[in-house]
C-alpha cells in the first residue's frame, strides 16, 4: 500500500504538480467505448494555463488510457518540428514552431513533454489539423530533403530557394497572405506532380509527413478555414490506427453553437460525424489578469456578461473548488449542453512571457 501511495505521489511530482480537480471525467470519456474518441479542450491563447494544462493532461490520459495522438491548431509542417523535438531533445526545432518558439511556458512545456517521451515504448505524436505558416512549411520541406544525397535536380531548385536570404524577407511565419498562399500552392504543385520521385527517395517516415503538408485543406485565417480543419481532423481521425485523440485548440473553434453567430464550428462539424464521439470544452478564467485591462480581472470569461450563460455564473462559479477545476454541464448546468460538454475553469492565472521580450 505505500508502495502505491508512493507511486502516485512521483507520477503527481512528474506532472508539475499540477492539481485538476475531477480530472477523471476525461478518462471515463476514453474509457467509455472503443469508438474513435476525441477530446477538444478550448484555450485562450494569451494565458499560460494551457502551456501549464497541456503537459499535464497529455502524461495523465497516456498513463490512464494510452492515449498519444495529439491534435494541435498548427499545420503539419509545424508538427514536424514538435516531433523532431520530441524525437531528439534539440531544441533548435522548437524555434521552428510559433508557441515553443517565442513563449517561455511553451518552450518548457514541451521540454516537459520530452522528458516523459523518453519513458514511453509508443511515444507521443503531434499531428497538425491547421493551415501551415509558409516559412514554417519551406523549412520542414527543406529539413526532410536535407538528410538525402543524389536528390533530383528539383528538389535541388526549391532547396536553394528556400535557403536564400531573399525567401526570408519575401515570406512570412504569420497569418499567410496572398503572396505566401501563391507560393505554398506552387510549391505544392511541384512536388505532386513529382510524387514518383519523392517516393523512391524518402523514408515513409518522411513521405508521411510530406502527404499530410500535400494533403492540408486549410490555406490561411480566412473564409473557409473552419470546414478546412474540420475536414482535416476527421481523414486525420478516421484514417488513423489509434482509437483516442486529444485536441488544444483556441476556445473559440470548441464551441457546438458559435456564441456570436451562426457560424459552423470547428466541434460542431466533428459532433455532426457519427464516426467519431467528441467531448468539447474550453478553459474559463476567474480572477485572471491576463486581459488588456488590467483593472478588471476576468470573471469566468465569457459568462458573466452573455445570455444564456450570465444565470449560470454563480453556479459555476461555486464548483471552482482549487486553481483548476472540470465542471461537466449536468442537472443545474445542462442547458449549456448547447454549447459544450464542459468547462474547465482556471482560477487566478497571468499573462505568458516571451523568451525574447524585444521581438
Known sequence: MILIWMLGLFSTTLAGQTKVENESYFKKFLNSSKEKSLIILGENHASKASSTLYPFFVEQLNKQTGLTSLLVEFGPAEAYFYNKFLETGNEKHLNYTLYAGAIREWREAWKELYEYNKTL?????????DFDRTRTMAYAIYSIFLNYKDRPAFIETLMKEISSPDFYNSYTIGYPNAKDIAW?????DL??????????????KDMHVMSEILKNKAVNYAEGREEAIAENTKRIILESDDTDFFLLVGRNH?????LFTDNIRLAQALKEDAHIKVLTGVILYENSDFSANKDKP???FEISKKDPWKEYYTELSKKAKGEFTIVPFRKKLSP??????Y???????????LLNPKS
Open 121 to 129: 515504448a509508443k511515444p507521443l505524436k503531434v499531428i497538425g489539423i
Open 184 to 188: 505554398a500552392n506552387k510549391t505544392k
Open 191 to 204: 512536388l505532386r506532380n513529382n510524387i514518383d520521385a519523392l517516393k523512391d527517395l524518402l523514408s515513409e
Open 254 to 258: 470548441a464551441y457546438i453553437k458559435d
Open 298 to 300: 476576468l470573471l469566468l
Open 336 to 341: 449549456l449542453t448547447e454549447y459544450l460538454d
Open 343 to 353: 468547462v474547465l475553469i482556471a482560477r487566478d492565472q497571468v499573462r505568458f512571457t
